[in-house]
């Protein structure tokens, strides 16, 4: 099947720093990606809708200038976490779909200090 | 609007005994379903998935029927392995719509 990949895979900051999430699509093109988020022992919750060439999708509640998307290639997705606080610590997966099924990054964990 | 929900865990099994999570979906549309499996620290694998209703979905022992009848989407194995133990996950999309995750199941085989 197809592959995506997310980098880094872990890192931590500290708290009122920003960090960068890279997402690709490593064999396909993807004009659009999703970004989750997971809580510990919670199920993914759809943050965005990152689209190529255009404005991302954001979900109800989350915070457009807080977690801003680029959608710069049609196979890089990017999620930077702006001023991070020890709360945006979390586990952020990225996804891309292809006609008939939706491709997962390994994820990244995020843990502000 | 579109939901999924799944039998909440966590649930605790012998090797070797039938595993069945139990999965209900909103008949919003026509949806495809899904399986993923997440294992401990690891991100999300496609455990299987069916498109139309009636079909069935298999994948490493794992199998799952698309029941339009009772909107559901029951996950269900035979004899399950210490290594089977991981979270699953039930979902459903519409086209390429992001995907509507249930809560999860925790799953824990013993031996």
């Not at chain 1, 592959?3 to 720093?17: D, E, N």
Request: with cysteine.
């Amino acid at each position: 099947g197809a592959v995506v990949s997310q980098h880094p895979s872990w890192v931590i900051c500290k708290s009122g720093t920003s960090v960068k999430i890279e997402c690709r699509s490593l064999d396909f093109q993807a004009t659009t990606m999703f970004w989750y988020r997971q809580f510990p022992k919670q199920s993914l919750m759809l943050m965005a809708t990152s689209n190529e060439g255009s404005k991302a999708t954001y979900e109800q509640g989350v915070e457009k200038d807080k977690f801003l998307i680029n959608h710069a290639s049609l196979t890089l997705s990017t999620l930077t976490v702006t001023s991070a606080h020890p709360e945006d610590s979390s586990f952020y997966i990225c996804s891309a779909p292809t006609w008939d099924e939706q491709f997962f990054g390994p994820g990244t964990r995020l843990t502000v200090l | 609007g579109n939901s999924v929900t799944q039998m909440e865990g966590p649930v605790t099994l012998s090797e070797e005994a039938f595993l069945t999570i139990n999965c209900t979906y909103t008949a919003t549309g026509y949806p495809s379903l899904f399986w993923y499996v997440q294992y401990p620290g690891e991100g999300l694998q496609l455990l299987l998935k069916a498109t139309k209703a009636d079909d069935k979905g298999s994948n490493k022992g794992f199998e799952a029927t698309y029941r339009k009848e009772t909107t559901s989407f029951h996950l269900e194995k035979g004899s399950v392995q210490v290594s089977d133990s991981a979270v699953y996950f039930c979902a459903r999309s519409t086209g390429n719509t992001p995907l509507v995750f249930g809560k999860g199941t925790r799953l824990s085989v013993i031996a």
